[in-house]
Structures are given as structure tokens and as C-alpha cells.
């Protein structure tokens, strides 16, 4: 491997997928969820393309990336008619296209409110944008300040045809808050931007079409920190989907999008209390709890090297009042947790919480911890993303997606995967090198012309697996077959309406 590829990608390093979930057999609340495979089959050539070297994230581990070549993948030779419906596409592509302009402002006007309270503003703007093209909105949902509602319910005006058919509801994600200090360097702009587009486009669909359905579009902020989506789904904010859908941007190499599971995550906060006193008069007096937090980061920092290199431990130190003079009686530490499940996550917790409580033992200092809402690793349902893959493909000839090994992020999406079927693809935008996520110079790639077509082609893809969802019955029972069987996988991702007919038929009927 070249020592010249580039870090910092929001999908850091996608490991083989031999490393994952090998090690802790997942407990019943984290089921085991198979994975398709849709990378070239070990046989076939792994040279990496000319452009790996640019902050590419799925290229870094000599035996863990995977990527379609530069040639057309095979489903782009499809023809229209074996899509579903591609007259329904034709609505979803215009409506996206003539949108444009407005979407694009949009995601503007949300970027250059870099402040944390970007997500009260963009509360604001995304409401009033939902109620302009007729959607129902509950502002403040749920008991969030910064958390709303849009949904539009189509009902057909064939009266006998809705009585004969389940009512369905597409859930759409749309994040919006920024990072301290740098902005929107993770392209929740984009997202917001997407979900917007996504869920006016199934409206359009569906006005068009005459489907019954309704398509929610959710205002999901504290994704950075405070896990909102969790806090959501404790209050119910999602009991009335049936599926949900959302993007997220990422480096990567041009005109791509993927499929792949995240790490799990819980943010740790640490407080030693120690006892202050003159540092050259009377040391031994004192108590110090800065070095409680340099035995805890030393420890940690041992301990790295014998876990398993798909795990992550990291962490700050802070404090307040420090001086040289001074024994400090106060330090305060934040750490992050990740594992590939939740399982595994456990245990590296525990393993974690020992050389906090080692060091405040040594030290002699009090220990007080806090462990943040937890990010369960993201169940994709291989349904719903390779009819994806399909429809961004069609449009997008040289797209590719690689859907084994791990992303190293943490999303909130994760938790909403383990409570319904749902989708979080990424997709590249153009950036520097050694400038992907959560970065200055991704904050400006994610205001770029390219960033919006980007999103605004992803967006056409995940309309059209949200509309046929509400459509099509037979792909909705597969969909929820693969959420409910942890064996149920599909072998060939861009034949799945053949491929499992009789099987999904079966498991409908018990």
C-alpha cells in the first residue's frame, strides 16, 4: 500500500469484513445482522484505481478495500423497463431537478450559520420551507426545541384499490447541527438538503402517480453530540414509520456512493476531585487530579495496544483554574468509546472504566463518571440499500458501492436501524486531500457546486426506494423479511425481486 494515502475520511478505513463480529457473539438486543456482498468476488483483479491516493477512505488496508472498476457496473445496461415503474422515476428526477435552485439555497443558507445555535435557525428555515410545499409541520417535536416534524398523507382517489392495500409510511432523517469551532464539517447541510428533496420528491410521486401513502420527513439535531435521535425514539418520534431513509456525505472518490455498517459508540465523562494546596510550600498536602487524568490517559493508552484494531478509544483532558503554583483539585476528562457492535462495545467499556478507577485509586482523588447516550452500529437493511445501489446506478453510470467492512464513524441512525428497517448510504463529494470529515476544508468542500449535485443524485436514488416502498407490496414484505430474520441476507443484490419470491411468500404468510 502506498504511503502516500490520505486520512481524515468521514468513512475512515473500511476494514475486511473478516474482522467483524468474529470476536463477541452479539446479545440478544444487538442481534447479528448479515451483511450482502456486492464487491467484485476475490478472484477478480484488486488493483486500486488511479485516484486512491485522494483522502480515500476505502482504499487504505492492503486486504479491506473493495471497489468496481471505472467501467460501467452491469445493472447500468439495464434497460428503463426493468426498473419498477420508471415512469415514477421520471417524476422523482424532474421534480429534484426543477427543486434545484431552492434546495441549493437551502443548504447554503444553513452553512454559513456555522454557530452552535445553527440548529434553532435551521429549525426555522426547514419548517417554513415543508409548510411552502405542502407539508404538515410540528415545530418543537416531541419536546425538542430544535426537533419538527413534516408529513404529507396522499390518499388516492381510486376509493376501492386503498381498500384493498396497507397504508405505509416512509420515514425520511434530516440532520442539521454543526461542529464547534468549524462548522458544518461533517455536510449535515447536505443532509438536510437531501432529506428536504427526498421527501418532497415521494410527495411529487405520489401526487402524480395516485399512491396511497405518507412520507415524514424528521428534523433529527444533536447528532454531533447528545444523541437526539435516541432521545426521539424514546419519546416515539419514529413508532409511526414502517421504514427510514437518509445520506450522509463523505470523502471519497468521485461520483461514488455506499453501503456499510458504522461503528458503535458512548461518549464517557470523566471528573476527578482531588485537593488543592501550595505546589513548592506543602505538596504532599495536596491531592492531584491532573495526574489522576495523566495515569487515566496512561493507561488507556497501554490498554490500546491490547485490544482489537477495529476498536477506538480517544479522549481530552480539561480542567479549570490550573496554575503552575497549584495543585490542581479538579480534571475533567471526555472520552469515546467505539466498537463494531454494541456487544463488543460493552465489554472495551468496562476494560476503559478500569484505568479511570486505577488511576483515581493511585492518586488518591474521587471519581465521579458519566456515560452518554450510547450509538448502536448501523444495521442496514440489504433490501432497501441494494434497490439503492440500483436506482443511483441507473442514473449514475460509473457509480460503484462497496457494502463489506465497517465505516469508523458513529451515527445516531444506528439506533434507528435496530428499532426499524432503514438505510443511511454515503456518498463522495470532492475534497482536499487530508480533508475529509470534520475538517475546515470539508466544510468547504460541502458548500461546493459538486457537493449539491452530488447529494441531489443520491437524493433522486433514495425517492425512488422510499416511493416504491409505499407502492409495492411484495417489496415491502421483503424489506421487512430482512429486518426480521437476522439470516436473511440477499445473495445477488440486483436480481432481489427474483431471487427470494418464494421464500419472502413463505415468511408473509406465517
Known sequence: ??????????????????????THAPTNDAPHVCRPSV?????????????????????CEPDGYAFRSDKPPSYSASAPGD????????????????????????????????????SRYAHDTLTNFMVKHGFKVTSHYKGLSTAWRAAYTHVPKRDESTAKRPHRVIGVNAEMDALPGIGHACGHNLIAMAGVGVAIAIKAALQAHDVWGTVVLLGTPAEEGGGGKQILLDRGAYDEMDACIMCHPAAG???????????????????????????????????????????????????????????????????????????????????IVRAP??????????????????AAHATACKLKIQTGIGYY????????????????????ADRFVCSTGVCRCRTGTGNVTYALPAIHPVFAIPTEPNGGNHTPQFAKAAVQPEAHAAALKVAKGLAAVGFRFLDDEKFSREVRCAADDPAYFVTDPFQVEDAFEDEVRAKAMV
Open 39 to 59: 464487491c467484485p468476488h476475490p478472484s477478480q483483479p484488486q488493483e486500486i484505481p488511479a485516484y486512491a491516493h485522494f483522502t480515500n477512505c476505502l482504499f
Open 377 to 396: 452500529d448501523l444495521h442496514e437493511n440489504d433490501v432497501l440499500g441494494t434497490r439503492d445501489v440500483v436506482y443511483v446506478g441507473n442514473k449514475n
Open 253 to 335: 472518490p468521485d461520483n461514488s456512493t455506499w453501503v456499510a455498517p458504522s461503528l458503535a459508540s458512548q461518549p464517557i465523562d470523566i471528573e476527578f476531585f482531588g485537593h488543592g494546596s501550595h505546589a513548592a510550600a506543602a505538596p504532599w498536602e495536596g491531592r492531584n487530579a491532573l495526574d489522576a487524568a495523566f495515569l487515566a490517559y496512561s493507561g488507556v493508552s497501554v490498554l490500546r495496544q491490547q485490544i482489537l484494531p477495529t476498536h477506538r478509544v480517544h479522549g481530552i483532558v480539561t480542567g479549570r483554574d490550573w496554575a503552575p503554583n497549584v495543585i490542581p483539585d479538579y480534571a475533567k476528562m471526555r472520552w
Open 1 to 22: 500500500m502506498s504511503s502516500d494515502v490520505q486520512a481524515g475520511c468521514f468513512a475512515r478505513l473500511f476494514s475486511s469484513r473478516q474482522h467483524r463480529r468474529d
Open 341 to 358: 457492535t454494541w456487544a463488543e462495545l460493552e465489554v472495551l467499556r468496562e476494560r476503559v472504566l478500569k484505568c479511570f478507577e486505577a
Open 83 to 118: 426498473l419498477y415503474r420508471p415512469e415514477v422515476l421520471k417524476t422523482i428526477g424532474d421534480s429534484l431537478d426543477q427543486l434545484e435552485p431552492e434546495l441549493r439555497k437551502l443548504s447554503l443558507d444553513i452553512a454559513e450559520r456555522s454557530s452552535p445555535s445553527i
